[in-house]
């Protein structure tokens, strides 16, 4: 038997629903919200750092990086990269040079390897001499946020002695600190005096790679006798890997001329002048060198961006004083007005 209520009690059993309504309401409406704003929150966090910078024309990006782009001037995916790089030759010589005469210059440059990046004077073979401190001079980011740099390289005369500035190395890197171990990759200008067995009027283009196996990390690509132009060279690494790790390819002057695979995609930057000095000599005056035209494949924006002050990493100078006559940095890094990046000028006086 159905049961009568009362007026009050109907009343009071429709305002209790109203409540229950209104907080079951308020309960979606919450559940809801919260993740809404903690997603924008989270966008907007993305879109400020990744809004740092400024970004490359296509029109540039297809005369100098046109291995990235298909015939339509379309980007290619990284798995497409890949797969291109895959099919590349894993060492290209350029301008007459053989491999024969490759193999002779890297030979000398992988015993004048263990002088790069040490802290103290050591014995050099067959010399009475031993090598100082290299003493270096450039520009560096150090956060792994990067796979790829495209630029300029203006070598001047990278003048050279027996008995002072033996032997330079203008150059770009991309690397990580691997579990204590420095890994990089890199592409660059070297000039040797005789004293170390090189010629003091030739240039050598080389390429290094400190995961390859003995003596092919460094490998010569050309020689050429005039520094005073911009030779321009690219490294990519692309972020999607292989059974063999990441692919990459490094290009000089628009030649694809060496591929190979790391352990990781995005690594620290830099471009850099390093100067070698026999013990208790003295660095000779080196004329005037420079970086310039820069831009960074990133891992925080999609699209391709000049290295300059725009950009939301920090660039750091490295000058390394360690003699008389050491080198000098023109800090803070300028923009030239014909430029959206960095010139980078390094020289001793």
């Known amino acids: 038997m159905p049961v009568k209520l009362i007026t009050g009690e109907k009343m009071n059993i429709k ?12 309960a979606l409406a919450g559940a809801i919200f919260v993740p809404v704003v903690s997603a924008e929150s989270e966008n907007n966090l993305n879109e400020n750092f990744s809004s740092g910078g400024d970004i490359v024309g296509i029109d540039t990006q297809l005369k100098r990086s046109p291995f990235l782009f298909d015939e339509e001037g379309n980007r290619l995916s990284d798995k497409e990269i890949s797969e291109m790089i895959e099919k590349m030759p894993e060492v290209t010589y350029l301008d007459g040079m053989t491999e024969t005469e490759s193999k002779k210059i890297s030979e000398r440059l992988t015993q004048l390897h263990q002088y790069r990046s040490i802290s103290e004077s050591m014995d050099k073979t067959n010399s009475l001499k031993t090598v100082q401190v290299q003493a270096d001079a450039g520009a560096r980011i150090d956060n792994y946020h990067y796979n790829g740099i495209n630029g300029n390289n203006h070598p001047g005369y990278l003048e050279v ?5 033996i032997y330079h ?10 579990s204590g171990v420095d890994t990089w990759i890199e592409v660059g200008v070297t000039k040797q005096s005789p004293a170390v067995g090189g010629d003091p009027s030739e240039y050598t283009v080389y390429t290094y790679d400190s995961t390859a196996y003995g003596d092919e ?24 890997p292989t059974s063999e790790g990441y692919p990459y390819m490094i290009l000089w002057q628009g030649s694809e001329i060496r591929t190979g695979h790391l352990p990781f995609c995005y690594g620290d930057v830099d471009e850099n002048h390093e100067y070698f000095a026999f013990d208790g000599d003295t660095f000779n005056s080196v004329s005037e060198s420079y970086f310039c035209d820069s831009y960074l494949f990133t891992s925080y924006n999609s699209s391709t961006l000049w290295w300059n002050g725009n950009l939301p990493d920090a660039t750091k ?33």
């Open 15 to 26: 305002f209790g629903m109203q409540v229950l309504i209104l907080l079951l309401v308020m």
């Open 161 to 165: 002695s027996s008995d002072g500035t």
């Open 169 to 178: 190395y203008f150059t770009s890197h991309i690397g990580q600190n691997i």
């Open 217 to 240: 990390k460094y490998i010569a690509h050309r020689t050429f006798t005039s520094g005073f132009r911009d030779y321009n060279f690219e490294i990519y690494i692309s972020t999607s």
């Open 317 to 349: 100078d490295h000058l390394t004083n360690c003699s008389a006559g050491a080198p000098q940095l023109n800090y803070p890094f300028s923009v030239p007005w014909w430029s959206e990046a960095y010139q980078v000028k390094s020289w001793i006086t």
